[in-house]
């Protein structure tokens, strides 16, 4: 999963309550915070999008899974490999 290179301008300060062992940790290790949370949010939030683009279109998959299980993939007959 790549994550999009954000600018300045597309950035937005905000307030975060972190552990205070886990935050001293991070900073002895040179993390950037910053940077650390937003790529994880970004993560998170990739996640919960394609779960939920997948528990919506569960009927297609199943129902396409089911067509192709009885009938085969579409093209396979024209299939050289």
Known sequence: MSTKPLS???KRATSLMLSTHVLAE???LG???SKVCDTHLHEL???EKEARWKSEHAHFINAYNQT??????PLDAWRTF
Request: aromatic share 0%; net charge negative; hydrophobic share 30%.
């Open 68 to 73: 192709v299980d009885q009938e085969g993939l």
């Open 8 to 10: 300045q301008k597309s």
């Open 31 to 33: 993390s950037n915070m």
């Open 26 to 28: 991070a900073k002895e």
């Open 45 to 47: 939030v990739q996640q």
